[in-house]
T-cell receptor
């Protein structure tokens, strides 16, 4: 079975600073990888996804993530954050060719301070 | 499309009462998922359907929980009887394929007192 570890439960940063949210996964087969964002009192929204091909994936709101197969990681980055990026971010994994269900990490709460 | 629609947004009920949560997936999406979110356990998959058929209900906590999908545009999650430990936010999500990610509803915040 696959699993996802988000190494930081909370990440505080100042506005316009760069940020990296870390995600490691475990699976015995090839996977698809996703990042979702959850704003307060809302459902999750898809930020970006890695299916195959280029290991650098660009998503909405200026976020990007890099797939590293050897390190089984899929870290999320943004070069300059805004106050509006304050939210919880979830990494998720899905086995290729297996069931269609996503397994989510426990989330990282990003707080952007002025 | 209006997205995935869940109702009610908030539900407060007394222990022992029956609770029914509702979900309308995006038209054309043939996968539907029910998740529960708590501070302690994060996001847990309860059950998912494909073409209205339950595929995996291994996450349903116990017999008090049941889910149905009578047609492609409607699903319910029922808890009977409800207990305080069922208090959580329940999300419904749908997708038209495993590569496309899920679209989530806004959730139902359930409080059992």
């Amino acid at each position: 079975a696959q699993s996802v570890t988000q190494l930081d439960s909370q990440v505080p940063v100042f506005e316009e600073a760069p940020v990296e949210l870390r995600c490691n996964y475990s699976s015995s087969v090839s996977v698809y990888l996703f990042w979702y964002v959850q704003y307060p009192n809302q459902g999750l929204q898809l930020l970006l996804k890695y299916l195959s091909g280029s290991t650098l994936v660009k998503g909405i709101n200026g976020f990007e993530a890099e797939f590293n197969k050897s390190q089984t990681s899929f870290h999320l980055r943004k070069p300059s954050v805004h106050i509006s990026d304050t939210a919880e971010y979830f990494c998720a994994v899905e086995n290729q060719g297996g069931s269609e269900k996503l397994v989510f990490g426990k989330g990282t709460k990003l707080t952007v301070n002025p | 499309d209006a997205g995935v629609i869940q109702s009610p947004r908030h539900e407060v009920t007394e222990m022992g009462q029956e609770v029914t949560l509702r979900c309308k997936p995006i038209s054309g999406h043939d996968y539907l998922f029910w998740y529960r979110q708590t501070m302690m356990r994060g996001l847990e998959l309860l059950i998912y359907f494909n073409n209205n058929v339950p595929i995996d209900d291994s996450g349903m906590p116990e017999d008090r929980f049941s889910a149905k999908m009578p047609n492609a545009s409607f699903s319910t999650l029922k808890i009977q009887p409800s207990e305080p430990r069922d208090s959580a936010v329940y999300f419904c999500a749908s997708t038209d394929g495993p590569f496309n990610g899920y679209t989530f509803g806004s959730g139902t915040r359930l409080t059992v007192v």
